[in-house]
């Protein structure tokens, strides 16, 4: 079936940087777009940033823009985030995603920005 889980976020001070990773299994891979939605606390689910297949096209909301760079590693199976210049706005539980027949979505990992 398939799976997806994220790991890589925790408490980082504003300005700081985090690397999340999302390790996937159930699908072929390279097959599919992947993207990374987040839910700040008390707010709507939205999506952050999204690659293509082949990684060859990226798309980012507009309050990331410079800051978060989506990859992603065919051979391993692997999607990533990296998040600079954190911001007490971009703490949220941040999730991996794709639709393979319908939405998927992992368990989340909770990045927090707090000095």
């Known amino acids: 079936q398939v799976q997806l889980v994220e790991s890589g976020g925790g408490l980082v001070q504003p300005g700081g940087s985090l690397r999340l990773s999302c390790a996937t299994s159930?699908?072929?891979?390279?097959?599919?777009?992947m993207s990374w939605h987040r839910q700040p606390p008390g707010k709507e689910r939205e999506m952050v940033a999204s690659?293509?297949?082949?990684?060859?096209?990226?798309s980012y909301v507009d309050s990331v823009k410079g800051r978060f760079t989506i990859s992603r590693d065919n051979v391993n199976k692997m999607l990533y985030l990296q998040m600079d210049s954190l911001k007490s706005e971009d703490t949220a539980v941040y999730y991996c995603?794709?639709?393979?027949?319908?939405?998927?979505w992992g368990q989340g990992t909770q990045v927090t920005v707090s000095s």
């Open positions: 995603t794709t639709i393979v027949h319908t939405r998927r």
């Open positions: 159930g699908f072929t891979f390279k097959d599919y777009g």
């Open positions: 690659i293509s297949n082949d990684g060859g096209y990226t």
